[in-house]
């Protein structure tokens, strides 16, 4: 079945600290792949998308995810956090069906100390 | 408007009552879906369209549940008979097209509450 784990419910980081977000995915072919961003009344905003080609993509806000199809992860990664990041970040796959059909994982809360 | 508009933006409902919950897309954009997220969960599939036809509606739970979309862009999600289970945030989005590499945009969402 096709599922996606986020290992980490909440993750505490000081401001200026780097960041790393952890994702598995469980999907029958090569998924796309994507990460989005939650803040509290506000919508879910794509923060970076992976299709295929680079295995490292870039996304908005300074982050970055890394596919890795050998450990099946998609980490979410940022090298100096602000406390604006504080949110929840959800991962998610799908897509290949020729429509925004998205398997979400449970997401990460993050908290950001100054 | 800018982006996909979700009203109400909260719902308060007695158990067995029915509701509809509004998505106004984006202007032009042909596919739109519903999600909903429960406390704690990430956003879970419920229904896409292309234009005005529902062109996979597999994640709804079961028959209580329908949805609509008349003219291809304004869409209605209706649950009838509602249960404290259908408690919950649901999130509509829209893109311009419905291909998987397109990005969808959500709305702020509906939160409803069945007591």
């Known amino acids: 079945a096709q599922s996606v784990t986020q290992p980490d419910i909440h993750i505490t980081v000081s401001e200026g600290a780097s960041l790393e977000l952890r994702c598995n995915y469980s999907?029958?072919?090569?998924?796309?792949l994507f990460w989005y961003v939650q803040s509290p009344g506000q919508g879910l905003q794509l923060l970076l998308k992976?299709?295929?080609?680079?295995?490292l993509v870039q996304g908005i806000k300074g982050f970055e995810a890394e596919f890795k199809r050998s450990q099946s992860s998609f980490n979410l990664r940022k090298p100096s956090v602000h406390w604006s990041d504080a949110a929840e970040y959800f991962c998610?796959?799908?897509?290949?069906?020729?429509?925004?059909?998205?398997?979400f994982g449970a997401g990460t809360r993050l908290a950001v100390h100054p | 408007g800018a982006g996909v508009s979700q009203t109400p933006s909260n719902k308060v409902t007695e158990k067995g009552k029915y509701v509809e919950l509004r998505c106004d897309p984006i202007?032009?954009?042909?596919?739109l879906y519903w999600y909903r997220q429960s406390l704690g969960q990430g956003p879970e599939f419920l229904i896409y369209?292309?234009?005005?036809?529902?062109?996979?509606d597999s994640g709804l739970p079961n028959d209580r549940f329908f949805a609509v979309r008349p003219e291809g862009s304004v869409s209605t999600l209706k649950i009838q008979r509602t249960e404290r289970g259908d408690s919950a945030v649901y999130l509509c989005?829209?893109?311009?097209?419905?291909?998987?590499?397109?990005?969808?945009?959500f709305g702020q969402g509906t939160r409803l509450t069945v007591v």
């Open positions: 989005a829209s893109s311009p097209l419905g291909g998987g590499n397109t990005e969808a945009f």
């Open positions: 999907y029958g072919a090569t998924p796309y």
């Open positions: 992976y299709f295929s080609g680079d295995t």
């Open positions: 998610a796959v799908g897509g290949t069906g020729g429509y925004n059909k998205l398997i």
């Open positions: 202007s032009g954009h042909t596919a």
């Open positions: 369209f292309q234009g005005t036809g529902a062109a996979d």
